[in-house]
């Protein structure tokens, strides 16, 4: 059993912190998690909507027009979820020197905002060699009353360097 926490942050200064449990056997691996991102919201778009109407209308026999002008300032913010739990399951192809894994994860955070991921992963080791290619696709779907893009696919293709040497995962096993 391994027990794990992390911290990670992003470009726009978001941080994230996640802790979790897991298990490796000889050809298998899980994990589950929470995370938590303690992060602020941001300004993302500041508009100032200005309308001018007329009012004409009569007081005591006298006429008038008054002029009413109404300025609106909408602001967009924009923060990570508060909230995530996920768990990962994979398997090691160790004659193939392959790994798949899938993964589920759900975040959620203030203002009804929601998100639910799938993904599933191969990667493929050049054994001897401390190389790996990589392709990972996702799906996710958003909700909450401030989402403008409620799905979001993903395909990443990664190439890996191990600085450590071989992949010794397979290096071993394959031996």
Not at 59 to 75: C, E, F, L
Not at 81 to 88: F, L, N, P, T
């Amino acid at each position: 059993i391994k027990y794990f926490a992390a911290i990670d942050q992003n470009e726009l200064k978001d941080k994230k912190l996640s802790i979790g449990i897991g298990q490796e056997n000889q050809d298998w691996f899980g994990h589950v998690y929470a995370s938590y991102s303690p992060g602020n919201k941001r300004l993302l778009q500041n508009t100032l909507t200005t309308t001018i109407t007329e009012q004409n209308g009569n007081d005591a026999g006298r006429g008038y027009i008054d002029t009413i002008t109404t300025t609106t300032n909408t602001r967009l913010y924009e923060r990570a979820y508060d909230y995530g739990v996920g768990a990962r399951a994979g398997h090691y192809y160790t004659e193939n020197a392959v790994r798949v894994s899938a993964g589920l994860d759900y975040e959620w955070g203030k203002a009804s905002s929601k998100q639910f991921g799938v993904s599933f992963t191969a990667e493929k080791f050049f054994v001897g060699t401390p190389h790996s290619l990589a392709l990972q696709v996702g799906q996710y779907r958003k909700s909450g009353d401030f989402d403008t893009q409620q799905n979001d696919r993903r395909i990443n293709l990664m190439y890996r360097y191990s600085f450590g040497g071989t992949s010794s995962r397979f290096e071993q096993k394959c031996r």
